[in-house]
């Protein structure tokens, strides 16, 4: 199965979800408490998502724990869906088939181990989310045959955090913000959205920094509408110093990560590729430098002149 193509909404699950602190609050936090019980989760282990080969194929995050007083072992499998794709399931069940076969290929072992599958979605109605193999058959032609036990039927974890879902927001406060982010994700009106953020905010009374930054720039990623500014402005106004602070640090980066792409365009046009160590020195460089940069390359008449004005 090829590699998935990143979006926005892909991007921030796994900059989130990918961290060991995250998903193991989430899975504390969402798991049924059966699970929950007999998990050990100070054994949470991030393995690899993709592999390489004739026989690749790409997850979205996969964790390893174990379970039964250590003598098993289990994995947690997140497949991340921001829309209704009528084949999650049947990619899951890709996965884990080729998950077993890696296991028995790579060691000895008597039992295969747990696998729990969970998909984890924010694409709106969720009742119409096919969520179990079975799904995918005719459900008259199974009762009226006795076809089920034939069937490789699993179901998924399945959690909806839909803006229009009725899931609560559990876990530690990095989560409720990651999973905050996700539910208003989808929000048409955008005005709303600034609105949830503001509220929430708020309600918790400050976020974690890194986390509410990785989320203003997925917003601002998968939304062309959202402004930093007017979002920093509605937080000053709260008296939200601290987080408005976040947000204008946040779209400083952003100006110039992009003020540094359309320099090195114009470099590469006008001079071709500039060696290592230059490249480096406008990699480091603040805004304001980049800014300069981008006008003075417009007047200099050689590489050599321009060279000389980064370094000084």
Do not use: C
């Not at 080969?53 to 007083?69: E, M, P, R, T, V």
Request: charge should be neutral; aromatic fraction near 16%; hydrophobic fraction near 35%.
């Amino acid at each position: 199965m090829p590699e998935k193509t990143n979006t926005p909404h892909d991007d921030f699950f796994k900059k989130t979800f990918g961290r060991v602190d995250i998903s193991r609050n989430f899975l504390q936090s969402y798991l049924p408490q059966n699970l929950r019980e007999f998990v050990d989760f100070s054994e949470l282990d991030p393995r690899p998502i993709s592999y390489t080969g004739k026989n690749s194929y790409y997850s979205d995050l996969l964790f390893k724990s174990k379970i039964g007083d250590k003598k098993y072992g289990v994995y947690f499998l997140f497949e991340h869906k921001s829309y209704n794709d009528k084949w999650s399931v049947m990619q899951i069940f890709n996965y884990l088939a080729r998950i077993w076969m890696r296991e028995k290929r790579t060691k000895r072992i008597k039992s295969l181990s747990f696998i729990i599958p969970i998909l984890f979605y924010h694409g709106g109605n969720g009742s119409l989310v096919i969520k179990s193999f079975a799904e995918y058959f005719d459900q008259n032609m199974i009762e009226n045959y006795d076809l089920n036990k034939y069937l490789p039927d699993f179901e998924t974890v399945f959690y909806d955090f839909s803006n229009d879902a009725n899931l609560n927001l559990l876990g530690d406060r990095k989560v409720r913000l990651t999973l905050k982010f996700f539910k208003i994700s989808k929000i048409k009106d955008i005005k709303v959205v600034y609105q949830e953020i503001i509220s929430f905010v708020i309600s918790e009374n400050g976020v974690d920094r890194d986390i509410f930054y990785l989320g203003l720039n997925y917003i601002a990623d998968s939304r062309e509408e959202f402004n930093y500014y007017i979002l920093n402005e509605r937080l000053k106004y709260e008296g939200m110093k601290k987080e408005a602070d976040i947000v204008i640090s946040a779209a400083d980066k952003l100006r110039t990560k992009e003020a540094k792409r359309i320099l090195l365009k114009q470099i590469n046009f006008k001079f071709g590729n500039l060696d290592p160590e230059t490249i480096s020195l406008i990699n480091n460089a603040k805004l304001e430098k980049i800014e300069e940069l981008s006008e003075k390359i417009l007047t200099v008449d050689s590489e050599e002149e321009f060279i000389n004005y980064i370094k000084h």
